[in-house]
């Protein structure tokens, strides 16, 4: 089975580097959470949409309006967006990944399989390494064995917050 197309590394050229200032995420309103900072970046449907689109090699406005069915003032606006957030990178050749959004592939793995197990009614792309097909996994970093719910280990690295919330 082939990998249908997705692409990590812009045709022509490596990955850029992300350019966007990190953000304080004690910045944010609630609790301060990577997730939350994450959101705020890439949190709107079009946004993912268009790395998905990258991911398979689509880099032309009018590919990404065409396979994402977004708006064109939104899409555009979004692309606007991503560029200036460090995410996408536009040349004449149209737009690209930067390694920052290339990262993202992940994310959409973990978005896709939970997809196909309780929202869709049919798998819509099967992804595949070496004719094998692909589960996104969440592993330990030291020594790679997975990670199920029960196993994760929650420390708050935010003073004054607990997993309950903020401390009083």
């Known amino acids: 089975m082939p990998s249908h197309g997705l692409k990590i590394k812009p045709e022509g050229g490596s990955l850029l580097p992300m350019t966007r200032t990190p ?28 790395v998905r689109e990258l991911l398979f090699g689509n880099g032309r406005f009018s590919e990404i309006a065409r396979n994402t069915g977004a708006p064109r003032d939104r899409l555009s606006a979004r692309l606007v967006d991503l560029v ?3 995410i996408v ?5 149209g737009y690209a990944l930067t390694a920052a959004g290339a990262d993202l592939a992940g994310v959409l793995a973990a978005m896709r399989a939970w997809a ?21 996994v969440v592993q330990c970093r030291t020594c790679g064995g997975p990670v ?21």
């Open 84 to 86: 200036d957030s460090g």
């Open 116 to 136: 196909d197990r309780w929202v869709v009614s049919a798998p819509t792309l099967a992804v595949s390494h070496h004719e094998h097909p692909i589960d996104p």
């Open 23 to 50: 953000l304080d995420p004690t910045s944010l309103r609630g609790r301060p959470c990577s997730v939350a900072a994450a959101l705020s970046v890439v949190g709107d449907r079009w946004s993912l949409l268009i």
């Open 89 to 93: 990178s536009r040349s004449e050749r």
């Open 148 to 168: 199920d719910s029960p196993d994760v280990v929650r420390q708050m690295l935010v003073p004054g917050w607990t997993g309950q919330g903020p401390i009083r």
